[in-house]
């Protein structure tokens, strides 16, 4: 099982932002795909972003499109989030997850049943 460690949630009100990171520290990122996904309460867990093997293909789901960034630094096994103008809606546990896809390769789907390894997740919560 790959580890990844999720961090940098927190408590923001809405217009604010927030970055996220995941520590990636026994896979080699040229050769995963990582995604971030959501859960809220009650609610089934979602993709929200993803980011190739190749480090330049991205992939982002409609809801967060324009404000949200999927990044990463393959040398410090280090993938981020940066997400912008943040809303209640994006409340819930953010998970980073990874696939085992070709040697820089293209692939980037968001689907949560992708992935098979995941991190323990960071809580958000946008609120007033």
């Known amino acids: 099982q790959l580890q990844l460690v999720e961090s940098g949630g927190g408590l923001v009100q809405p217009g604010g932002s927030l970055k996220l990171s995941c520590e990636t520290p026994?896979?080699?990122?040229?050769?995963?795909?990582i995604g971030w996904f959501r859960q809220a309460p009650g609610k089934e867990r979602e993709g929200v972003a993803c980011?190739?093997?190749?480090?330049?293909?991205?992939n982002y789901s409609d809801s967060v499109k324009g404000r949200f960034t999927i990044s990463r630094k393959a040398a410090k096994k280090m993938v981020y989030l940066q997400m912008n103008n943040l809303k209640p809606e994006d409340t819930g546990v953010y998970y980073c997850?990874?696939?085992?896809?070709?040697?820089?390769?293209?692939?980037?789907?968001?689907?949560?049943?992708?992935?098979?390894?995941w991190g323990q997740g960071t809580q958000v919560t946008v609120s007033s």
């Open positions: 997850a990874a696939r085992k896809t070709t040697y820089g390769g293209t692939w980037r789907e968001i689907s949560p049943y992708e992935f098979d390894s």
């Open positions: 980011i190739s093997s190749s480090g330049r293909d991205t």
């Open positions: 026994g896979i080699t990122l040229d050769y995963y795909a």
